[in-house]
């Protein structure tokens, strides 16, 4: 079977020196950030393991870093490398605006815990779990560009 080697030009590589196609360079999903919800998803659908997760303190960072620990990083770490970067890219991107409604992310799948008083910290603490002290902020917002695509997630 013949298969096409992309021009070098459509080729970056990423923290680890692994090669990744550029095309996806600048386009931001936010059905990707939503998607990391899905590490939990499955936690709502059964009133017994919902009934565990009934001593989350919306106060408590503590707790919630260890639901992100136990669910969140391991989740993550089963993504492509492809995934991996876009969904960082995405992640940076909805931490860096000021506008963004983070509580339309944390509900997608319905946790069997509240969000935190700020739904945002929550996604702050994926970040700070995943990829510890590294900077999320992005300088120059405007040289992205949403694009919504909900079938993104469900790709390898």
């Not at 080729?11 to 899905?38: A, F, H, Q, R, T």
């Not at 017994?48 to 620990?69: C, F, K, M, Q, T």
């Not at 700070?128 to 997630?153: F, H, Q, R, S, T």
């Amino acid at each position: 079977m013949l298969r096409h080697k992309p021009p070098e030009d459509l080729i970056i590589e990423n923290s680890k020196g692994e090669k990744l196609m550029k095309k996806y360079l600048g386009l931001i999903n936010p059905w990707l950030v939503e998607g990391l919800m899905d590490a939990i998803a499955e936690l709502c659908y059964d009133d017994e393991v919902a009934a565990l997760y009934s001593y989350v303190d919306p106060g408590n960072e503590e707790h919630y870093r260890a639901i992100i620990r136990e669910f969140f990083v391991k989740d993550f770490a089963s993504y492509s490398d492809v995934k991996k970067e876009r969904t960082k890219l995405a992640l940076r991107y909805y931490l860096s605006k000021k506008d963004v409604d983070f509580s339309g992310f944390f509900n997608a799948c319905m946790p069997p815990f509240d969000p935190p008083n700020d739904p945002r910290d929550f996604f702050l603490w994926i970040w700070e779990e995943i990829y510890g002290d590294e900077c999320y902020e992005l300088a120059d917002l405007n040289k992205y560009k949403v694009v919504p695509d909900i079938y993104e997630p469900n790709k390898p």
